[in-house]
């Protein structure tokens, strides 16, 4: 029997179980490989003892349906960079990349498929030049891997995210408001872009295009008649106002990154402050964009790629990340994969149709 170690890392994204589930099956149709999941990311495999989850036929049964990952996941305790608690409360961070390596060896495991986005397969780099055989699964809801023209859980997100936003316009009519609303997207707009569009904003702002504030307010003003009349935004949470910085609290101990948020709010007092007629309300939907049950789309797409990494694997392809390119299921390097970023091009045609429909990127 041959042994994979799969691993979930980063944050979590409607799709996951049904990668895990697809890996699984595909494993037992093929036979001679046992599935074993590390609790956690990395984080199990690293503990003494292992924290380890067989992916057997009965663990994973009807997974596929549920969001969220059976095997947890984490963005503390990147073996790159893992950080120590000292005594006096502040951390030294130091590479256990090579003690992974040999973990994963003594524990009997031939290869590895590691489902992340951009920060785990630097991971997964790394562990492969330190001789893992391993294989990359992209992941994220903010379809920032250029690597791949899709990534699941990116379709579930947009549709929270339309639902939310259909929900908004009614109530924004209704009141006569400017109501903004704000999604995740870190450093790429895609989720608002999409959403955009699907429910008709007047307003959409992308961290790729800073706004103006009299641009937006602009755009308000012409939507507002005699007190009539309303506006529904859309907000990235990496969006900020030209010459501004983006709105979040510091990233504190050993959290991975600066937590975004907020941006809607300052929106709100920026338009208040600029004079802005209409009342104005914002709502952040946050985390909620990640949880729930996948859509069928990602499920097929996050299904059909566990198959792919465990072909992968078989054939001997490490090294690579499976990657959704022009309707079909391929592999790219790791290292090329994590080279460029899917940042929003001005020049999309997704922007362009969102312009020409009336959709303003307050620029
Ligand atoms: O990268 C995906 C993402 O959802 C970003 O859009 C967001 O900024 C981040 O994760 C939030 O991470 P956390 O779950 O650590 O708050």
């Known amino acids: 029997m041959k042994k994979i170690l799969v691993t979930t890392g980063g944050g979590d994204c409607p799709g996951l179980n049904a990668v895990l589930r697809g890996i699984s099956r595909a494993a037992l149709t093929h036979g001679g490989y046992e599935v074993w999941g590390s609790m956690e990311a990395f984080n199990g495999i690293l503990k003494e003892p292992s924290e380890l989850l067989k992916l057997s036929k009965k663990r994973t049964a009807g997974i596929h349906v549920r969001g969220g990952t059976i095997i947890r996941t984490t963005n503390k305790g990147n073996p790159m960079a893992y950080p120590i608690k000292q005594k006096d409360g502040t951390f030294k961070v130091i590479d256990r990349t090579l003690e992974l390596a040999e973990k994963i060896k003594n524990e009997g495991f031939d290869s590895v498929i590691n489902i992340g986005g951009d920060g785990s397969q630097k991971i997964s ?11 990359g699964v992209p992941k994220t809801i903010d379809n920032d891997l250029s690597a791949t023209d899709r990534t699941f859980g990116f379709a579930t997100a947009v549709q929270i ?34 959403t ?46 030209i010459g501004g910085t983006v709105v979040g609290s510091e990233a504190q101990d050993d959290d991975a990154h600066v937590k975004l ?28 964009q990640r949880g729930g049950t996948p859509m069928a789309y ?25 990657s959704f390119r022009n309707n079909k299921l391929t592999a790219v390097p790791i290292s090329k994969a994590i080279s460029e970023y899917n940042y929003v091009d001005t020049d999309h045609y997704l922007v362009q149709a969102a312009r020409k429909t009336g959709v303003s990127f307050g620029d």
């Open 125 to 135: 780099q790394a562990l492969f030049e330190r001789g893992v055989h391993i294989i």
């Open 161 to 194: 995210a339309t639902d939310c936003f259909d929900k908004l316009v009614t109530t924004a009519e209704s009141h006569h408001r400017v109501i903004i609303m704000e999604v995740m997207g870190r450093d790429a707009g895609w989720i608002a872009l999409h």
């Open 196 to 241: 955009a569009i699907a429910g008709g904003a007047e307003i959409c702002l992308l961290p790729e295009i800073p706004y103006s504030i009299d641009k937006v307010l602009g755009v308000i003003n012409g939507r507002y008649t005699k007190g009539r009349g309303f506006a529904n935004i859309v907000i990235s949470e990496g969006a900020r106002p």
């Open 261 to 288: 948020g907020g941006v809607a709010n300052l929106l709100r007092h920026q338009l208040e402050s600029a004079g802005c007629e209409a009342q104005v309300r914002s709502t952040i939907l946050g985390h909620i």
């Open 298 to 322: 990602d499920r097929i797409l996050a299904t059909t790629m566990g198959v792919k990494a465990f072909e992968m694997v078989v054939s001997g392809q490490f090294g690579q990340m499976v």
